[in-house]
């Protein structure tokens, strides 16, 4: 015998309802009136829900193509710039000990792990502030690239940074009320299906079950049911 099962995602969700409501609101209802008000009312809130969270979604996707490249830049120009410090120190024409004004070991003169944003975060304030620290104790410049230059980039991503995570947040929230109604819709399908299926009882077999299914309940056959012909 065929069972019945839930939808298991928004959309499905949103054709039972509508189902039942588009053949349930007729002059001889086999839904009560109450039930029907209450999924009429319920769908419209859901479907705002439903839209809202895709365009959330929608938006942070695309800021997101932009950002990815805002973060590449930040973190090339942050990588070349250390390049660029460690090699004058190698040369002699730059301090070994200024290295510490960048938060930069002694001995290592490798570029540190700018793998995460964090990272890059990290790293951007510190290299901006210890090229001016560094110039504060009467250092030249370095250039190709400048700090000046790396700063453009380091803003923008920086910017970025704080929009995506903001944008994340925001698609978050819609994620989290679209979620918290998922149950209530589960309750008012049952309650649906219930009602059709009561109606129609008295059918028997393929009949019964052709005439909920039309008013958007889904049957599943198990492995092994042989389906009617």
């Not at 029907?36 to 419209?44: K, N």
Request: aromatic share 10%; hydrophobic share 30%.
């Amino acid at each position: 015998m065929p069972y019945r099962r839930l939808p298991n995602t928004d959309q499905a969700r949103i054709k039972a309802l509508s189902m039942a409501l588009e053949k349930g609101d007729t002059y001889n209802p086999i839904i009560s009136l109450n039930t029907l008000s209450e999924a009429r009312s319920f769908l419209s809130r859901f479907k705002v829900a439903r839209a809202y969270y895709k365009q959330c979604l929608e938006n942070q996707v695309n800021s997101s193509k932009k950002y990815q490249g805002n973060v590449k830049n930040a973190r090339l120009y942050i990588s070349h710039f250390i390049q660029v410090l460690n090699l004058a120190v190698i040369r002699s024409e730059i301090k070994e000990e200024y290295k510490d004004f960048y938060g930069l070991p002694r001995e290592n003169y490798s570029v540190p792990d700018l793998s995460s944003e964090v990272s890059v975060l990290e790293w951007g304030d510190k290299i901006i502030a210890g090229e001016k620290e560094r110039l504060r104790h009467g250092g030249v410049p370095i250039y190709n690239p400048t700090i000046a230059k790396v700063i453009v980039h380091y803003d923008i991503f920086k910017e970025g940074y704080e929009c995506q995570k903001n944008l994340q947040n925001i698609t978050n929230r819609s994620l989290e009320k679209l979620a918290s109604m998922r149950g209530r819709a589960d309750e008012i399908i049952l309650d649906l299906w219930n009602q059709i299926e009561k109606r129609f009882e008295n059918l028997s077999g393929e009949e019964r079950l052709n005439k909920c299914r039309e008013y958007g309940v889904v049957y599943y056959y198990r492995t092994g049911e042989k389906k009617p012909e």
